[in-house]
Structure formats: C-alpha cells, structure tokens
C-alpha cells in the first residue's frame, strides 16, 4: 500500500525519469538495485534512504530536485506549514536575499511585467490573472521595512516578456527601487566564468534570528532550514562576489534599457 507522503516523492522520481527517457529497468541498473525497487519507489510503496535518493536524482540529472523533495520529507514534521507559502514568511521577515536567474523578482515586477508573465505560463483566465498580478505587485509595500537584497543574472534583464516597452518600463522601475535605496541589486554577467549553474531561490530571516530558504524546481518549491538554509547563505554571498556592484548594476541596466 502507498504511503501518502511519499507520493509525491515518487511523483518527481517519475516525472524526471520520463524527462531524461529512461526506463525503470535501466534506472535499476544505473544504481544497482532491483526493477521492483525502482516500481515500488515510483508509486510510494516504499522510501529510499538519502544515499539512494541521491544516486536517483545524479542519474536522472534532476539538478537537486529529487534529493530536496527527501530532505523536505524527512524533515516535513519541523517545518511549519506557514514556512511553506513565502508570501505569509516574507510578511514576518526582517531581511530577505533572493536570486534570480529566470525573471525579475515577483517583488519588484511591474503591473505589466507581471501580467505577462503570467499570461505567458497559459494557466489561467484573465479575471484570475489580474488578481495575482495586484496580489504580486502590491507586495513590496508589505515589507516596506524589509532589508531588500537581490543578485539576478543579466539574461533576466534582457528576457522581454511580450515587449520591448514591457521590459524597458520595467527596467526603468528597478532603477528607480535602487536610486531611492528601497533595494540593493547587483546583477551577475553573463561572461561569469564561475557561475555555480544553481536554480532560482531566496532566503529570509525571521524576528528571532531562524533562516527560512526556499529553492525553486520544475517539480515545485523545497523549503530550506538549519544546515540547508546556512548553506544558502553562503551560496548568496558568493554570487554577489562574482556580480557587478549596486552602481555598476544600474548603469548596466541603465544600458540595456537605452538600448532597447
């Protein structure tokens, strides 16, 4: 019988397997276990341990994404269902550090930005998408007494969802966040030669001191805590090593806006 939770781990094993177009058979084979093994961990009959999750997520290239939804499993008991929605922790933070290396952070998006972004997902109908798009936006002022700290690749602000005036609207609105020192930015070039090749995430620091991380994955996202969240931080700090400075990021983004 399937145990509930581990539905969703077998969910991700599954859904990576036919991602890379590998049979169970041959997954079986590349970590040394039996087919049965692979047909009882794909419908939740049955947990690997962390090696082996690891060993999954290595041969199917997931990026991480197996391996977290473990640790996420194994630790579901300590982690408090509020942590899971970043929008309920941000309201209880003091410090948030986020990376973005897909679209401009949801915090910082423009009305218009938003909307495209969302309608380009192609999830839901209009009436819905207005109503994230002021849900997002209307964020920033939320957390108005927030330390606001962002590193972003520079493909996301060359990546026009819709239009050219869509992003250059939104560029001009991110200069203006960093020229009145709501936030600090920094963008890390494309031409980086030791960009770690990481997922999207963020971590935020609560009133007590306790970090909460959250991971972006195709499969969804993985809350971070202890260990994992101080693993984070340092990550974050060597990004912003690599990225240019909060000045030369506006001049580059400056740049790129003038020239679209």
């Given at each position: 019988m399937?145990?509930?939770?581990?539905?969703r781990?077998a969910?991700?094993?599954?859904?990576?397997?036919n991602?890379?177009?590998?049979?169970?058979?041959?997954?079986a084979?590349?970590?040394?276990?039996?087919?049965?093994?692979?047909?009882?961990?794909?419908?939740?009959?049955?947990?690997?341990n962390?090696?082996?999750?690891?060993?999954?997520?290595?041969?199917?290239?997931?990026?991480?994404?197996?391996?977290?939804?473990w640790?996420?499993?194994?630790?579901?008991r300590?982690?408090?269902?509020?942590w899971r929605?970043?929008?309920?922790?941000?309201?209880?933070?003091t410090?948030?550090?986020?990376?973005?290396?897909?679209?401009v952070?949801?915090?910082?998006?423009?009305?218009?930005?938003?909307?495209?972004?969302?309608?380009?997902?192609?999830l839901?109908?209009?009436?819905?998408?207005?109503?994230?798009?002021?849900?997002?936006?209307?964020?920033?002022e939320a957390?108005?007494?927030?330390?606001?700290?962002?590193?972003?690749?520079?493909?996301?602000?060359?990546?026009a969802?819709?239009?050219?005036?869509?992003?250059?609207?939104?560029?001009?609105?991110?200069?203006?966040?960093?020229?009145a020192?709501?936030?600090?930015?920094?963008?890390?070039?494309?031409?980086t030669?030791?960009?770690p090749?990481?997922?999207?995430?963020?971590?935020?620091?609560?009133?007590?001191?306790r970090?909460?991380?959250?991971?972006?994955?195709?499969?969804?996202?993985?809350v971070?805590?202890?260990?994992?969240?101080?693993?984070?931080?340092t990550?974050?700090?060597?990004l912003?090593?690599?990225?240019?400075?909060?000045?030369?990021?506006a001049?580059?983004?400056?740049?790129?806006?003038?020239?679209?």
């Amino acid at each position: 019988m399937a145990d509930e939770r581990w539905t969703r781990f077998a969910k991700v094993v599954k859904f990576h397997r036919n991602r890379t177009d590998l049979s169970q058979p041959a997954l079986a084979r590349s970590i040394h276990v039996g087919e049965s093994t692979i047909a009882a961990y794909e419908t939740g009959r049955r947990a690997p341990n962390r090696t082996t999750a690891q060993a999954i997520d290595q041969a199917l290239s997931a990026g991480g994404a197996i391996l977290h939804v473990w640790d996420e499993l194994t630790d579901e008991r300590e982690i408090p269902e509020d942590w899971r929605n970043f929008e309920k922790v941000e309201q209880q933070a003091t410090e948030i550090r986020e990376y973005q290396n897909v679209v401009v952070p949801g915090l910082l998006q423009t009305v218009d930005y938003a909307r495209q972004c969302l309608q380009n997902l192609r999830l839901w109908n209009d009436e819905r998408i207005e109503h994230l798009v002021r849900q997002r936006t209307q964020r920033l002022e939320a957390v108005s007494a927030v330390s606001l700290t962002f590193v972003v690749d520079e493909i996301v602000l060359r990546r026009a969802p819709g239009s050219p005036k869509v992003l250059h609207a939104q560029l001009d609105h991110l200069i203006e966040l960093v020229s009145a020192r709501v936030i600090w930015l920094s963008v890390l070039p494309t031409d980086t030669l030791t960009h770690p090749g990481v997922s999207s995430f963020r971590i935020m620091t609560l009133a007590d001191g306790r970090l909460v991380g959250h991971e972006e994955y195709i499969s969804g996202v993985h809350v971070a805590t202890g260990p994992q969240a101080n693993g984070l931080v340092t990550l974050f700090g060597s990004l912003q090593a690599e990225a240019l400075s909060t000045r030369e990021s506006a001049k580059l983004i400056e740049s790129i806006g003038n020239a679209l």
